[in-house]
């Protein structure tokens, strides 16, 4: 049963430390996406990828934040410093795409809940 | 900017109950996305649309992309059913609605 697995599932951690969550996409798929919920916000998209290369950060505060795919197997997304206005939980999503951007059913993984002190 | 406007922002209906949750946006789509979020907080990707209508067992969704609007509808509702429901339209960027928060009493 192919899943998106995402770790730590929980970070606790002090303002100004850094951050690192890791996403393990579903083998296969060429898309990555990174989102972020809030209660106040709601689910939003930071970033995204196909093929590993990133097609758009525009969601993601840039002085901050950074998402790579050092491989087809895991993307990371890394907040340094953090800020206790970044705790929320990170979910990451894979999918398969043949044509548009955002046509295609995302599988989300569990998320990371992060609680900057 | 599309703005996502989802209604009700919560609704609780009796088990059985056929269960509408409304979705409107203001710019024109390439394709719209349902999804369930449990509360445990998993997140579910129930339906890609584009046009037209999709079925998967008692869900249903529908779009209408000349008045930008979409609904799910759950028939035969079920307190498993109680979920955050949230549409996401995609034009340039994926923009969500706030979720519907819905309740099924036994």
């Known amino acids: 049963d192919a899943r998106v697995t995402q770790t730590p599932r929980h970070k606790v951690t002090e303002m100004g430390q850094e951050v690192t969550m890791r996403c393990q996409p579903i083998?296969?798929?060429?898309?990555v996406f990174w989102y972020r919920q809030t209660m106040m916000q709601g689910l939003e998209l930071l970033a995204y990828f196909r093929n590993r290369a990133p097609l758009d950060d525009s969601g993601m505060p840039k002085d901050r934040f950074s998402a790579e795919m050092p491989d087809a197997t895991l993307a990371t997304l890394k907040i340094q410093p953090s800020e206790p206005r970044d705790s929320a939980v990170y979910f990451c999503?894979?999918?398969?795409?043949?044509?548009?951007?955002?046509?295609?059913?995302?599988?989300f993984g569990p998320g990371t809940r992060l609680l900057v002190l | 900017k599309n703005e996502v406007e989802q209604s009700p922002q919560n609704l609780t209906a009796q088990e059985g109950e056929f269960i509408t949750i409304n979705c409107s946006y203001s710019?024109?789509?390439?394709?719209l996305h349902w999804l369930q979020q449990h509360p445990g907080g998993g997140i579910v990707s129930l339906f890609m649309l584009s046009s037209g209508k999709k079925k998967h067992g008692r869900l249903i969704a529908t779009i209408n992309i000349q008045e930008k609007h979409s609904s799910l509808h759950i028939t035969a509702s079920h307190p498993r059913d109680s979920a955050v429901y949230i549409c996401?339209?995609?034009?340039?960027?994926?923009?969500f609605g706030t979720g519907t928060r819905l309740t099924i009493i036994p």
């Open positions: 996401a339209v995609a034009d340039e960027k994926l923009t």
């Open positions: 999503a894979s999918g398969l795409v043949w044509s548009s951007d955002f046509q295609e059913t995302q599988y």
């Open positions: 083998l296969g798929h060429n898309t």
């Open positions: 710019v024109g789509i390439s394709a």
